[in-house]
């Protein structure tokens, strides 16, 4: 029997009031094939019986969605810790105060890619830096915990260190800090948001780098395809999909061969617990021989970067590897 995993993504709809030009799942428009009410509250169950850590609720905007707040209630009802990623702009003190009434523990994530309107709007779309900044400030008015998510890419990741310093300005908990894949929305804007690799390898360092310098002042959350720790997707991770379509990672999504499986037909403990990792992330060849890392310590990085970026889920993401050579001499 596996382990379950820490957290579980569900994207609750596609519906939403941006247009971010890296959004991953080209949100915007709802999806015909939702899941229904009793279908998510079904999913709720499933996680909890799997003994998941917690449910992150990701969109498109899940505040968009008519019955966000019977949701998170139902998740409080039965003891399921759930997450919420939001950008903030529909955080309205009404809405705030019904999220508190409907669950006070509900973790909250509000997305900001810059620590000012030029650099934030510019990915996010005019007016989006104020508003999110107006809901955070609700959300913590309130008593809730937020995480700042940030996506570094080519034109913030220079403003890192700022970002920060707005974090703590807020009172925030904490940051999160991902690194930019070309798919969805992401793919038709690499032109302006991807970097070459010596860019690349400049901005990780920096960016680890600001996270050393204040880790004494804030959380930080920073996924693999910064930091260079093993993968997690198919792991300790899994994304469930607007339809039920269950990936290892929401960045698997237009790829087929690796859809585990759907809920509507099979409960999410009996798909987690066949799944073979393996299957989709074999060590990479170049990593068997490493003399930096075991195979088993590192296995290349993030696999969504070495399979859309390199060609394969069998590859090395590259610029980890440089990072690491560096970091061992």
């Known amino acids: 029997m596996r382990e379950p995993p820490s957290i579980v993504e569900y994207e609750i709809t596609t519906a939403c009031n941006s247009r971010c030009i890296h959004c991953y799942c080209s949100a915007g428009e709802k999806h015909p094939n939702e899941l229904s009410l009793d279908e998510i509250k079904d999913l709720i169950l499933q996680v909890k019986e799997t003994k998941v850590w917690a449910l992150d609720i990701v969109g498109g905007e899940p505040l968009i969605h008519p019955r966000i707040i019977d949701v998170l209630a139902f998740a409080r009802e039965v003891g399921q810790r759930v997450m919420i990623n939001t950008n903030g702009s529909l955080a309205t003190e009404e809405m705030v105060k019904k999220m508190k009434e409907a669950n006070p523990d509900v973790l909250v994530g509000v997305s900001l890619d810059g620590p000012d309107p030029e650099t934030n709007d510019f990915i996010r779309g005019k007016g989006s830096f104020e508003r999110a900044i107006s809901g955070m400030k609700n959300f913590i008015k309130e008593g809730f915990k937020v995480t700042i998510l940030n996506v570094i890419n080519a034109v913030n990741w220079r403003k890192f260190e700022d970002l920060v310093k707005l974090s703590l300005s807020l009172n925030a908990s904490s940051v999160y800090v991902d690194r930019f894949v070309p ?44 930091d260079g720790e093993p993968c997690s997707a198919g792991i300790t991770h899994a994304s469930i999909l607007v339809d039920g379509t269950v990936v290892p990672c929401g960045h698997f999504r237009y790829e ?50 070495s399979y859309f970026r390199y060609g394969g889920t069998d590859k090395a993401d590259k610029i980890i590897c440089r990072l690491r050579r560096g970091n061992r001499g």
Do not use: Q, T
């Open 256 to 305: 087929r061969r690796f859809y585990m499986g759907n809920i509507r037909e099979k409960s999410f403990k009996e798909i987690w617990e066949s799944l073979e990792p393996r299957k989709f992330f074999p060590v990479p060849e170049e990593c068997k021989g490493c003399p930096f890392y075991g195979a088993e310590d590192c296995e290349g990085g993030c696999k969504a970067i």
């Open 183 to 226: 798919v969805g929305r992401g793919k038709l804007n690499a032109h302006i948001l991807d970097m070459s690799d010596d860019e690349w390898v400049e901005a990780i360092g920096y960016v680890r780098n600001i996270v050393e310098k204040y880790s004494n002042r804030i959380v930080f959350y920073v996924e693999d395809s910064i």
